[in-house]
């Protein structure tokens, strides 16, 4: 019974330490990664970015996308339903391959957009409805009107505003049409846009993980922009899985030594009162394979009976800090959790370690001199 308390005791804080970082820290941190918005490094203020930065921007380490926006802070135009009972303003963002917003599908074409969720309740869209994306300029041709398909739906979660995703070549034709140049691929004429490349006013930067963050919000400020990220939040909760990891595992070492050594006295407490009769056993030709089998027979039952009685007490002290934490309301009620395969770990290395004292202790046994064990009074 002392050897089922000592291991119970020494295991717990190990399993209660696992499962605060399986079920408090690790959904933190599948939720930053499941979330696109916290890759973002959103560039503050106005400036004339040229193509050839843009093209140094996208070789920065950590980059996952990127995408340069318009000469203007914001492109507008109005999106309705076919029957043009609503009208909703939208802002027109350019996206292309590999956007982390749009989640892994492919991008707008020509005539497609994605919607966000705001604008499609709005207007009652829904994927593969078509609606007219329309605006006005003050030079003939004065109106353009475009009939796109609703290529899907972002979610709320992502874009709150109501945004249209459109491909690039087709925000920056709108742009073109509103400053009164021609745009020949929309079949609008006009003065032709002068010769010379395009200037942005602004880009949608988008790190390549979240442990990318930080790095690429300083490699974007050495180059003197001014930038808004979550770099903040993310380092809190990649130091707190660190934390959680590095506790785990010194509490892991540190309980693992004392559970071996208080295994190892309970076993010499127990075998002790036994000491003249394994003697004689040794002295009749006891072999070595039936003193292990008698000593991992004990070793066994008190695995079993730590088993029983460790499950038990992980229930209970979870179960305790799930009601704490539920009515602090962290994270909408914390979890100290660990599945059946991460218990069923946690039991076969309890039972590696057992077995191998149970091992060590019979070696002990056998090797000691019978009539030496005779003499004395313990192992």
């Known amino acids: ?109 020509h005539e497609q957009a994605y919607v966000s969720a705001r604008l499609a309740r709005q207007l009652e869209l829904r994927p593969g409805d078509t609606f007219p994306l329309y605006t006005s300029r003050s030079t003939a041709p004065y109106d353009l009107e475009l009939l796109l398909e609703v290529a899907g739906i972002i979610p709320v979660e992502v874009v709150s505003a109501r945004k249209v995703f459109l491909a690039p070549a087709l925000t920056y034709g709108i742009e073109d049409f509103l400053e009164g140049y021609e745009v020949p691929g929309l079949g609008v004429s006009g003065t032709p846009r002068p010769v010379g490349q395009r200037t942005f006013a602004n880009a949608r930067v988008f790190a390549d993980g979240i442990e990318m963050v930080a790095p690429l919000q300083t490699a974007l400020e050495e180059r003197g922009y001014y930038v808004d990220t979550n770099a903040a939040s993310i380092s809190f909760v990649l130091s707190m899985s660190r934390a959680a990891t590095f506790l785990t595992g010194f509490f892991g070492v540190i309980l693992a030594i004392g559970s071996a050594f208080c295994l190892w006295s309970c076993l010499n407490m127990s075998f002790t009162p036994q000491r003249r009769h394994i003697a004689l056993f040794l002295l009749m030709g006891g072999q070595l394979k039936d003193v292990i089998g008698y000593v991992l027979v004990q070793v066994i039952g008190v695995y079993i009976s730590t088993i029983f009685t460790l499950t038990l007490a992980f229930l209970s002290v979870s179960t305790l800090l799930d009601r704490i934490w539920s009515q602090v309301d962290l994270i909408n009620g914390g979890d100290t959790h660990l599945s059946i395969q991460q218990l069923f770990v946690a039991f076969f290395l309890l039972l590696g370690m057992v077995s191998l004292i149970g091992l060590f202790f019979s070696f002990k046994v056998f090797c000691k001199f019978p009539a030496s064990v005779l003499r004395n009074e313990s192992f």
Do not use: H
């Open 1 to 109: 019974m002392l050897a089922v308390l000592a291991l119970s005791a020494c295991t717990l804080p190990v399993l209660i330490s696992w499962g605060l970082k399986t079920g408090y820290v690790d959904p933190m941190i599948d939720a930053l990664r499941g979330n696109p918005t916290v890759l973002e490094v959103r560039l503050r203020g106005d400036r004339a970015i040229e193509p050839q930065e843009i093209a140094t921007l996208g070789n920065l380490p950590g980059i996952g996308y990127l995408e340069p926006t318009t000469r203007s802070l914001s492109l507008r135009a109005f999106a309705s339903n076919l029957d043009r009972s609503r009208e909703e303003t939208a802002t027109l963002v350019p996206s292309s391959e590999g956007d982390p917003l749009l989640d892994g599908v492919p991008p707008p074409n």
